[in-house]
């Protein structure tokens, strides 16, 4: 349970080790996240860039434990003080992360997975212990969609009084 890694996930769901299918996820990861990289840089955001690389890197490896994704806080502070934060989507996304993390969802899946045999799981402790690929996927996805979009600025914004 303590890989979150899109490799843990798929092979969580499936029961088993799945390397052909985490291949084909990890090239597609790898295909949105420099998308988004690329999106961010030209539109001036080395902070979304950044993010992308790191959570690209997250996914594709074959482990990233859970204190690997330290990356989910330079991610909140992009969400709530960065060019978009006042999009509902990125506003969306910092609240599930910050649910995902701060209940500490996988620390009780770690847990519950060495109570009885660790090879079996129940389904829905699977689906669950996908949570942090799960929106490491859709932080890229929002990453590379306000990434493409202009930023509105109100014209004083940046401006000290004078």
Known sequence: MINQSLRGALAR???????????????????????????????????ASLLAVQFVGLLVSPISW?????WVL???LWCLFGPHARRPAVRVLAIAWIVAVCSYLVSFLIALQWKGEPATRPGWQSWLGI???????????????????????HPTAGVLPG
């Open 13 to 47: 769901l499936a029961g088993h080790d799945v390397s052909t299918s985490w291949l084909v996820a990890a090239v597609l990861s790898v295909a949105l996240g420099v998308w988004a990289a690329v999106a961010a840089s030209r539109a001036g955001d080395r902070t």
């Open 131 to 153: 949570v942090y690929p799960l929106l490491g996927i859709l932080s890229l996805a929002l990453l590379l969609a306000v990434s493409r979009t202009r930023v509105t600025r």
């Open 74 to 76: 330079p991610l909140l």
């Open 66 to 70: 859970s204190h690997h994704w330290v």
